[in-house]
């Protein structure tokens, strides 16, 4: 009786470990989970990082303790150590990484210590064709040490090889209180200097694994029919050189490439139309946060996006890197305000349904509870 009595009020400890807290999709769902789990108290929670640079600085309002990995230089052995110390020190039930580097960094060192790893690395579902992936090295490296092995998408799982056995996944939540501070449209619309009848917009970082090449071309094939529309490109680096070749300087007035920016759901408030355009994706954040304010979708078809849009549902899926098929739907969206009402609607009602903040921490605590009933 006193033995049970005991395992109820003892927390679970956790150590989460992450590379950093930039701006970004899994750093964004690491932060509400923790912000999630601060409701509970059946689990306590440390966080590691390998970046000084805090983007989401609500963590320091959780009252929760942050270690600070500091290296030397990228693969700085003594990281190592250092997270050895810190695990020896906090005595966590489970190190739930974030990563492939810190599931490297993880993965000797609970097993020396006897410590559960959640594996939480997969958050992309890459093309099985590109063998030398560093990711893929990684994942075969760490999965076998793996306790659970945690993705944000079944396409992802299945990409990566995970083991059927200790996988499971648990889908990006949104919290519908980011919501409630949205900026006044008119404010917005003025600070992007935008005076068009519409908006389409895509909010993703120019990079490798997204496909602005097509999102610009399907724009320029929309703008060479009609002049009342602006597209935006929002994040990081969208701002950058490499991105404005892209652009044919003749739409460049309405072509916008915005850069970073701090009020990310104030501006997806104001798009007729949203757009993610990739080569590949877990379950992509920018989709859910289109959805959850009641915007059409357009996405490139394949990976995760498969199991959140439903084409001609909530929203339209894309053959990959096809401007012709992108603005096609992006332009058919543009003159049917009815149907815009329709799937943006029923997108809504997708995240309300299944991808909440609730429902993402419910399913984390199953399994982070699961150590008090073994």
């Known amino acids: 009786m006193n033995s049970l009595s005991d395992t109820k009020k003892k ?3 956790i150590l989460f470990f992450v590379d950093g807290l930039v701006a970004g999709g899994k750093e964004r769902r690491l932060v509400e989970l923790m912000k999630g789990l601060a409701l509970h108290d059946s689990v306590r929670f440390e966080l590691v990082l390998m970046n000084p640079e805090v983007h989401y600085q609500e963590v320091f309002g959780l009252g929760i303790k942050l270690h600070y990995i500091i290296r030397r230089f990228k693969r700085d052995p003594n990281a190592f150590l250092q997270f050895f110390r810190i695990c020896q020190k906090v005595k966590p039930d489970f190190v739930h990484c974030w990563d492939g580097m810190t599931a490297i960094l993880s993965t000797p060192v609970c097993k020396v210590l006897n410590i559960k790893l959640i594996n939480g690395m997969i958050t992309d579902s890459p093309d099985r064709s590109k063998v030398f992936y560093k990711p893929f090295l990684r994942a075969r ?3 076998p040490f ?12 299945a990409s990566y090889r995970a083991p059927e056995h200790k996988s499971t996944v648990i889908y990006n939540g949104f919290d519908f209180e980011r919501l409630s501070a949205l900026k006044a449209k008119e404010e917005v619309l003025e600070s992007l200097d935008v005076k068009t009848r519409y908006i389409v917009g895509m909010v993703a970082t120019f990079g490798i694994f997204k496909d602005y090449k097509t999102y610009f071309s399907a724009a320029e094939k929309v703008l060479r029919k009609r002049d009342d529309v602006t597209f935006l490109a929002i994040g990081e680096q969208t701002d950058s050189e490499a991105a404005k070749s ?3 300087k003749e739409y460049s007035n309405n072509i916008r490439l915005v850069g970073k ?6 501006c997806v408030n104001v798009m007729d139309v949203c757009v993610l ?12 946060e289109y959805m959850a304010l009641k915007k059409p979708v357009v996405v490139t078809k394949g990976g995760g996006s498969d199991e959140i849009v439903e084409n001609g549902i909530t929203g339209f899926l ?9 603005s096609i739907r992006v332009e058919q969206l543009l003159d049917d305000e009815h149907q815009r009402d329709a799937l943006g609607a029923a997108g809504k009602e997708k995240i309300r349904q299944k991808f909440t903040i609730n429902q993402m921490v419910t399913e984390y605590l199953k399994y982070y509870c699961s150590v008090n009933n073994k």
Do not use: C, H
């Open 11 to 13: 927390p679970v400890t």
């Open 141 to 143: 490296l760490t999965f």
């Open 146 to 157: 793996s306790y659970l092995i945690v993705g944000n998408s079944k396409a992802g799982l």
């Open 246 to 248: 892209l652009v044919d």
């Open 261 to 266: 920016r701090s009020d990310i759901e104030s």
């Open 277 to 288: 355009s990739t080569f590949t994706e877990g379950i992509s954040n920018s989709i859910i």
């Open 318 to 326: 894309v053959e990959k890197s096809n401007p012709d098929d992108l």
